[in-house]
């Protein structure tokens, strides 16, 4: 399928994506039937390289891509972020052994085949490696991954003897475990689970080399395309339900997430331009992209008054996500420690 005929199937997937949020949100149950719906449209493999028969599709229209799922359900397009980045890292470097790839792109066709990304939290991984005669062993406890129910594949960050490594596991491979997940405040059609590793063996081929400051770049642009996502949304409703506000109060509104978008869009363009320093500066400023579109929730909460705060409208829950998907970004202090790091 082509880049513009899966573009052109997304407004009707948004849709369905919103009609269903609410219900996601409140039942707190993986959204089968929006994954699917993303499959059958075509735009859960967008970013497969041309050599594999898929559209490569680029940085900046894979931004737009989560921007608009973000507006739909913002649970659904952090799902589909960490599987289209893996097929575009995948054409970027094959970082997958070939077999494996070939088997995720066989289960791409049949129906939906979710990548998941267990990244080491601030203490670092939870999850031991140890090699055994044929390939490592795995063992541990990786909290709070999304949607692990219905990963058919990890990349699983754990400490081996020599450091911390990267390593390729089947989600249906024995000794791994999915536990009963988290009431977290935003967020909550993730279906976010705990996963246990119990001796779980991998192949010698199925350690990866470490990512790439592309790779964490592209991660972080994603997040915050998905925070404006929901920016978006939030004006949507405040332009249909709220009455008699200020020209300039809306103005502000739109101004705010224009500009953001803008700053989004021109990011991804030096990053499929391949521009000296890209990387870094889509990772630097890609935690505040994010946060402008909390703000702009925010502030249309703040317009529409108690009617914002209600459960009968999206608004809360826009608010309760946007937090949340800000919290999957570097903290402020930290990002301006990277930045200033790298100018001495």
């Known amino acids: 399928m082509s880049l513009n005929d899966a573009m052109a199937r997304l407004p009707r997937v948004v849709d369905l994506l919103a009609a269903r949020a609410d219900e996601h949100d409140r039942e707190g149950a993986f959204p089968y039937r929006g994954v699917e719906a993303l499959h059958e449209a075509g735009l ?11 559209a490569g599709a680029g940085v900046a ?10 507006g739909g359900d913002p649970s659904v397009a952090l799902l589909a972020a960490d599987t289209l980045l893996t097929h575009a890292a995948q054409a970027r470097a094959a970082r997958w052994p070939a077999a494996a790839y070939r088997a995720l792109l066989a289960d791409s066709r049949r129906g939906p085949a979710l990548v998941g990304s267990l990244r080491a939290g601030p203490d670092g991984p939870q999850v031991t490696a140890l090699r055994s005669s044929d390939g490592w062993l795995l063992t541990g406890r990786e909290q709070a991954v999304r949607g692990a129910e219905a990963l058919a594949w990890m990349t699983v960050e754990a400490q081996a003897e020599e450091g911390p490594a990267t390593f390729l596991v089947a989600g249906d491979s024995p000794g791994v475990g999915v536990e009963p997940g988290w009431e977290q405040l935003g967020l909550r059609a993730g279906a976010v689970q705990d996963v246990h590793f119990e001796k779980v063996a991998t192949q010698d081929a199925f350690r990866l080399a470490a990512s790439t400051e592309r790779d964490e770049a592209c991660r972080r642009l994603g997040v915050a395309a998905v925070c404006l996502g929901i920016g978006g949304a939030a004006r949507a409703w405040l332009v249909r339900n709220v009455r008699e506000l200020p020209a300039s109060e809306l103005g502000r509104v739109a101004l705010e997430l224009a500009e953001a978008e803008e700053l989004l869009s021109g990011i991804a363009g030096g990053l499929d331009a391949d521009r000296a320093g890209a990387d870094r500066r889509a990772a630097w400023l890609a935690p505040g992209i994010a946060q402008r579109g909390v703000t702009v929730v925010q502030r249309v909460v703040a317009l529409s008054g108690t009617t914002g705060l209600s459960r009968v409208v999206p608004l809360e829950r826009h608010l309760r996500d946007a937090i949340s998907v800000r919290a999957l970004l570097p903290r402020e202090d930290t990002v301006l420690a990277e930045a200033g790091t790298a100018a001495l």
């Open 61 to 70: 229209d894979t931004v737009r891509l989560l921007a608009a799922l973000g």
């Open 44 to 54: 859960l493999t967008l970013t497969v390289g041309a050599e594999h028969g898929g």
